[in-house]
C-alpha cells in the first residue's frame, strides 16, 4: 500500500475515533480532518472542493430555511394539540398521534427538524396530563428515523445518496422505500401499545383539560400561514417533478426558500437563516473532504474489491452484507459519516462488474436509516432529542433507549430483508 494511502486511512481513523468519542464538538472535528487531508497533500483544494456535495448542502439548507420559517406560525404545535383533542385527551392514543405526525413529517420535512418541533409540543402535552414523557420521547426518535426512511428528504442519508446517484429520484425513493417504511410502522404500532400501556395513565380530569385547550390560538400569524403554505406545497411538488424539470433537489429547495424570504420580506431574511443548522452544514463539508482522501488514494476501491471477493459479486450476498453492515454500523457510529464513506464504495463496485447497483443503494439507505434507530447515538434526530429532553429534567439514558430500540431496528433489518429479498433479488 502506498504511504499516501497509509497517511489517508491513519488520518480518517483518528477523526472517526474522536467522532464516535464525543468529547470535542464532531464538527469541528471533521473540519479538522478535511483540513488535514488537504494540508498533509493527500488532496490538493480544488479536489477536495470537487468532492464536496453541494446539492446536498443546498437541499439541508434550502429546507432549514423553509421549514423555521414555517414554525413561526405556530403550524405545528396547532397540528399536535389538534391531534391530542382528536384523540380524547387519551394518553395512548395521544402517543400514536404523536408517533403518525413524527413519521409523516419526518418523511416531507426532514427527520432533524421534526422531532425539533415536536419535543417541546410532546413535553407541553405530557405536562398537561402528569404523564411520563420518557415513552412519547423514545417512540418519537424511532418514529422520526422510520418516517425519514421513506424519501429523499426524510433523512441525511437519502439525502447523500440521491446525491450522489443521478437515476435515483424523489419518487424513486417513494417507490422503493416508502412501502416498507409503512410496514415498519404499522408493525411498531402495537408493540408501542404493549410496551406503554400501563406508563402512561391519567385522571378523566386531567383528560378533560386537553379538551379544554384552544388550538386555534396558537396560529400567531394567518397571513405569513398561507405564504408557507404555498411555498412549501410548490416545493414538494417541486420535489415530485424535479426530473422532468431537469433540475436537481437542491435547486428545488432553495428556490422554495428564497421564495419564501421574497414574499415574507427582509424581516424574515436574518432570523431564517440564522435558524439553518450551520453546524451540521460544516459537519457534511469537513465529512466530504475527510472521505476525498480515502477516494483519491485508492483506499475505497481496495474496500469494494475485498467486498466483491468475500460475496463472489453475488447480488443478494452483496445486498445483504451491505444492509446488515450498514445497520449494525449505524447503530453505534453517527450513520452520516458511515454513509459518506459507502457511497464511494458502492459506486466503485459498479466499475468492477455489479451491473445493477439499485439493490445495493436501497440496501445501505435502508440500514444507516432503520439502523439509526439501534442506539441512543445512532442519528441525529436522537442526540437532538436526548439534549432536548435533558434540559428539560427529563435525561434519557443510553441503555433504557437501547432496550427498546436496538431489538426493533433488528426486527425492523429483518423486514427489511425479506423485502429486499421479493422485490429485488428473486
Given at each position: 500500500?502506498?504511504?499516501?494511502?497509509?497517511?489517508?486511512?491513519?488520518?480518517?481513523?483518528?477523526?472517526?475515533?474522536?467522532i464516535?468519542?464525543?468529547?470535542?464538538?464532531?464538527?469541528?472535528?471533521?473540519?479538522?480532518?478535511?483540513?488535514?487531508?488537504?494540508?498533509?497533500?493527500i488532496?490538493d483544494?480544488?479536489?477536495?472542493?470537487?468532492?464536496?456535495?453541494?446539492?446536498?448542502?443546498?437541499?439541508?439548507?434550502?429546507?432549514m430555511?423553509?421549514?423555521s420559517?414555517?414554525?413561526?406560525?405556530?403550524?405545528?404545535k396547532?397540528?399536535?394539540?389538534?391531534?391530542?383533542k382528536?384523540?380524547?385527551g387519551?394518553?395512548?392514543?395521544?402517543?400514536?398521534?404523536?408517533?403518525?405526525?413524527?413519521?409523516?413529517?419526518?418523511?416531507?420535512?426532514?427527520?432533524v427538524?421534526?422531532?425539533?418541533?415536536?419535543?417541546?409540543?410532546?413535553?407541553?402535552?405530557?405536562?398537561?396530563l402528569?404523564?411520563?414523557?420518557?415513552?412519547?420521547?423514545?417512540?418519537?426518535?424511532?418514529?422520526?428515523?422510520?418516517?425519514?426512511?421513506?424519501?429523499?428528504?426524510?433523512?441525511?442519508?437519502?439525502?447523500?445518496?440521491?446525491?450522489?446517484?443521478?437515476?435515483?429520484?424523489?419518487?424513486?425513493?417513494?417507490?422503493n422505500?416508502?412501502?416498507?417504511?409503512?410496514?415498519?410502522?404499522?408493525?411498531?404500532?402495537p408493540?408501542?401499545?404493549?410496551?406503554?400501556?400501563?406508563?402512561?395513565?391519567?385522571?378523566p380530569?386531567?383528560?378533560?383539560?386537553?379538551?379544554?385547550?384552544?388550538?386555534?390560538?396558537?396560529?400567531t400569524?394567518?397571513?405569513l400561514?398561507?405564504?408557507?403554505?404555498?411555498?412549501?406545497g410548490l416545493t414538494?411538488?417541486?420535489?415530485?417533478?424535479?426530473?422532468?424539470?431537469?433540475?436537481?433537489s437542491?435547486?428545488v429547495?432553495?428556490a422554495?426558500?428564497?421564495?419564501?424570504?421574497?414574499?415574507?420580506?427582509?424581516?424574515?431574511?436574518?432570523?431564517?437563516?440564522?435558524?439553518?443548522?450551520?453546524?451540521?452544514?460544516?459537519?457534511?463539508?469537513?465529512l466530504?473532504?475527510?472521505?476525498?482522501?480515502?477516494?483519491?488514494?485508492?483506499?475505497?476501491?481496495?474496500?469494494a474489491?475485498?467486498?466483491?471477493?468475500?460475496?463472489?459479486?453475488?447480488?443478494?450476498?452483496?445486498s445483504?452484507?451491505?444492509?446488515?453492515?450498514?445497520?449494525?454500523?449505524?447503530?453505534?457510529?453517527?450513520?452520516?459519516?458511515?454513509?459518506?464513506?459507502?457511497?464511494?464504495m458502492?459506486?466503485?463496485?459498479g466499475?468492477?462488474?455489479?451491473s445493477?447497483?439499485?439493490?445495493l443503494?436501497?440496501?445501505?439507505?435502508?440500514?444507516?436509516?432503520?439502523?439509526?434507530?439501534?442506539?441512543?447515538?445512532?442519528?441525529?434526530?436522537?442526540?437532538?432529542?436526548?439534549?432536548?429532553?435533558?434540559?428539560?429534567?427529563?435525561?434519557?439514558?443510553?441503555?433504557?433507549?437501547?432496550k427498546?430500540?436496538?431489538p426493533?431496528?433488528?426486527f425492523?433489518?429483518?423486514?427489511?430483508?425479506?423485502?429486499l429479498?421479493?422485490?429485488?433479488?428473486m
Amino acid at each position: 500500500m502506498e504511504q499516501q494511502a497509509i497517511v489517508a486511512i491513519g488520518v480518517f481513523l483518528v477523526i472517526y475515533g474522536m467522532i464516535i468519542a464525543e468529547k470535542v464538538h464532531r464538527t469541528i472535528v471533521a473540519m479538522i480532518g478535511g483540513v488535514l487531508m488537504v494540508g498533509v497533500g493527500i488532496v490538493d483544494q480544488g479536489t477536495a472542493i470537487h468532492h464536496i456535495d453541494f446539492n446536498t448542502l443546498g437541499l439541508l439548507i434550502g429546507m432549514m430555511i423553509i421549514v423555521s420559517t414555517t414554525a413561526e406560525t405556530g403550524l405545528f404545535k396547532y397540528i399536535a394539540v389538534l391531534s391530542a383533542k382528536k384523540a380524547k385527551g387519551d394518553p395512548m392514543r395521544i402517543l400514536l398521534a404523536l408517533v403518525g405526525i413524527t413519521a409523516v413529517g419526518s418523511a416531507f420535512l426532514d427527520n432533524v427538524t421534526t422531532v425539533l418541533l415536536m419535543v417541546p409540543v410532546t413535553f407541553s402535552i405530557t405536562r398537561q396530563l402528569r404523564v411520563n414523557p420518557m415513552p412519547y420521547l423514545i417512540t418519537q426518535i424511532i418514529a422520526s428515523n422510520v418516517g425519514g426512511t421513506a424519501t429523499l428528504i426524510g433523512d441525511p442519508p437519502n439525502i447523500m445518496i440521491g446525491s450522489a446517484v443521478e437515476e435515483l429520484t424523489f419518487m424513486a425513493f417513494i417507490y422503493n422505500l416508502a412501502p416498507i417504511a409503512v410496514i415498519v410502522i404499522a408493525t411498531y404500532v402495537p408493540i408501542f401499545i404493549y410496551l406503554y400501556r400501563k406508563h402512561i395513565q391519567t385522571s378523566p380530569e386531567l383528560k378533560h383539560s386537553i379538551m379544554e385547550m384552544n388550538e386555534k390560538e396558537l396560529i400567531t400569524d394567518q397571513k405569513l400561514l398561507k405564504k408557507c403554505m404555498a411555498v412549501l406545497g410548490l416545493t414538494i411538488l417541486g420535489f415530485f417533478l424535479h426530473q422532468l424539470l431537469h433540475l436537481e433537489s437542491a435547486t428545488v429547495a432553495l428556490a422554495g426558500a428564497f421564495l419564501l424570504l421574497l414574499l415574507t420580506g427582509e424581516h424574515m431574511m436574518e432570523s431564517a437563516l440564522t435558524k439553518v443548522e450551520w453546524t451540521t452544514i460544516f459537519f457534511f463539508v469537513g465529512l466530504f473532504v475527510l472521505v476525498s482522501g480515502l477516494i483519491e488514494t485508492g483506499v475505497i476501491a481496495s474496500l469494494a474489491a475485498q467486498a466483491i471477493e468475500l460475496t463472489g459479486g453475488n447480488l443478494i450476498a452483496t445486498s445483504m452484507l451491505i444492509l446488515w453492515l450498514s445497520a449494525i454500523a449505524s447503530a453505534f457510529l453517527d450513520n452520516i459519516p458511515f454513509v459518506a464513506t459507502m457511497i464511494p464504495m458502492i459506486q466503485e463496485m459498479g466499475n468492477m462488474g455489479v451491473s445493477n447497483l439499485e439493490p445495493l443503494w436501497w440496501s445501505l439507505a435502508l440500514g444507516a436509516c432503520l439502523g439509526g434507530n439501534g442506539s441512543l447515538i445512532g442519528a441525529s434526530a436522537n442526540l437532538i432529542v436526548a439534549g432536548m429532553s435533558a434540559k428539560e429534567g427529563h435525561p434519557i439514558k443510553f441503555v433504557q433507549f437501547l432496550k427498546v430500540g436496538f431489538p426493533l431496528m433488528l426486527f425492523s433489518i429483518v423486514l427489511s430483508s425479506v423485502y429486499l429479498y421479493f422485490r429485488y433479488l428473486m
